[in-house]
T-cell receptor, first 113, second 115 residues
Framework: SAVISQKPSRDICQRGTSLTIQCQVDSQVTMMFWYRQQPGQSLTLIATANQGSEATYESGFVIDKFPISRPNLTFSTLTVSNMSPEDSSIYLC??????????FGSGTRLTVV | DQQVKQNSPSLSVQEGRISILNCDYTNSMFDYFLWYKKYPAEGPTFLISISSIKDKNEDGRFTVFLNKSAKHLSLHIVPSQPGDSAVYFCAASARSGGSQGNLIFGKGTKLSVKP
């Protein structure tokens, strides 16, 4: 299965600022997925990042708040913009991985103060 | 409304005994179910899956049972080991019907296996 490097692993940010999270995959993949896990909640899909086209956002998530880049088939970034304390979550990227469903990065634990 | 529910936020089991983690779903279009295990500061890792055409899938100490009529699945770990202590997520997808098969996750159950 694919190996994903995600960074930063954690950050503490001031409200109103933005944070960009990076994911690097060790193989070429068509789609990359970005998830959020708020405290005590399930993993929720934010958007699907496709190379060469705009990301597809799930209901409740918008591009202005979570802009995504996908410059090539092994890399993607998610930016959390104009952060507020409600954005404090774990953010994870993932890719489809054969018969195992999905492989996840190690996650970014974001705290907004 | 949650489509995948794990109603037990935590479970404590003695080492060597059986751990049973439960999961319920509401969407009858789901046809593939997965269990993921997550340690602190790590991403979820795949554990075991089951297709809706089966009612049981076994992999070593881990067995997943699916009851489609009840829209219920369970993960059995036997014997439980302290290293199994982690958060377990149930996930479901609807792979057929041309969908992307995006995973819908439950909130997770934190399993503690005590020596």
């Amino acid at each position: 299965s694919a190996v994903i490097s995600q960074k930063p692993s954690r950050d503490i940010c001031q409200r109103g600022t933005s944070l960009t999270i990076q994911c690097q995959v060790d193989s070429q993949v068509t789609m990359m997925f970005w998830y959020r896990q708020q405290p005590g909640q399930s993993l929720t899909l934010i958007a699907t990042a496709n190379q060469g086209s705009e990301a597809t956002y799930e209901s409740g998530f918008v591009i202005d708040k979570f802009p995504i880049s996908r410059p090539n088939l092994t890399f993607s970034t998610l930016t959390v913009s104009n952060m507020s304390p409600e954005d404090s979550s774990i953010y994870l990227c993932s890719v489809r991985s054969g018969t195992y469903g999905y492989t996840f990065g190690s996650g970014t634990r974001l705290t907004v103060v | 409304d949650q489509q995948v529910k794990q109603n037990s936020p935590s479970l404590s089991v003695q080492e060597g005994r059986i751990s049973i983690l439960n999961c319920d779903y509401t969407n009858s279009m789901f046809d593939y179910f997965l269990w993921y295990k997550k340690y602190p500061a790590e991403g979820p890792t795949f554990l075991i899956s089951i297709s809706s055409i089966k009612d049981k899938n076994e992999d070593g100490r881990f067995t997943v049972f699916l009851n489609k009529s009840a829209k219920h699945l369970s993960l059995h770990i036997v014997p439980s080991q302290p290293g199994d202590s982690a958060v377990y997520f149930c996930a479901a997808s609807a792979r057929s019907g041309g969908s992307q098969g995006n995973l819908i996750f439950g909130k997770g159950t934190k399993l503690s296996v005590k020596p």
